[in-house]
């Protein structure tokens, strides 16, 4: 079992920025990747970026250039910059937890979700 608690979320202007925190606890060792979706009323949850165990990270189109994801040393808390924030950016943010994906069936881990609200 993996637990994750997602902090950091809040109000910000256009063209702030905003760290978001997971810290993760339990079964950590099994965790191979771990990443930040986001879901804005009305659409999917989408990919926002991820991190692999081994450090590689991947970033949806949309954020390439102004966010950063990074986790700690012992990898129990993942971070995300968020940088140069626009109104679309608006959205609840998850964090995820992909495990023993050398299983026949992985399992994802989700966070309870923080509020990211773009507004002048």
């Known amino acids: 079992q993996v637990q994750l608690v997602e902090s950091g979320g809040g109000l910000v202007q256009p063209g702030g920025s905003l760290r978001l925190s997971c810290a993760a606890s339990?079964?950590?060792?099994?965790?191979?990747?771990m990443g930040w979706y986001r879901q804005a009323p009305g659409k999917q949850r989408e990919l926002v970026a991820t991190?692999?165990?081994?450090?590689?990270?991947n970033y949806a189109d949309f954020v390439k250039g102004r966010f950063t994801i990074s986790r700690d040393n012992n990898k129990t808390s993942m971070f995300l910059q968020m940088n140069s924030l626009k109104f679309e950016d608006t959205a609840v943010y998850y964090c995820?937890?992909?495990?023993?994906?050398?299983?026949?069936?992985?399992?994802?881990?989700w966070g309870q979700g923080t509020q990211v609200t773009v507004s002048s």
């Open positions: 995820n937890a992909l495990t023993d994906i050398w299983r026949r069936t992985p399992t994802d881990y």
């Open positions: 339990g079964n950590i060792g099994s965790i191979d990747v």
């Open positions: 991190i692999t165990k081994r450090g590689r990270t």
